[in-house]
């Protein structure tokens, strides 16, 4: 799906930019572990699916 590619585009500007060991995160999966370990994104299981749609949705209407 394009607008998850998007995200993760977005992602990677907005969380990896300036962070000391970018290098280390070479994959998508590696990148999503470091953000959810970090903080910075919510863990899978920890978001209901319909709040995670509202919020794919109000996304996609503010891109």
């Not at 394009?2 to 994959?27: G, I, P, Q, S």
């Amino acid at each position: 799906m394009k607008f998850e590619t998007d995200m993760m585009t977005v992602n990677l500007l907005r969380l990896c930019y300036n962070c000391d060991d970018a290098h280390l995160c070479e994959t998508e999966e590696k990148c999503r572990a470091c953000w959810t370990e970090q903080g910075l994104l919510p863990m899978e299981n920890e978001e209901d699916e319909g709040l995670r749609e509202t919020k794919e949705l109000l996304q996609l209407i503010h891109a």
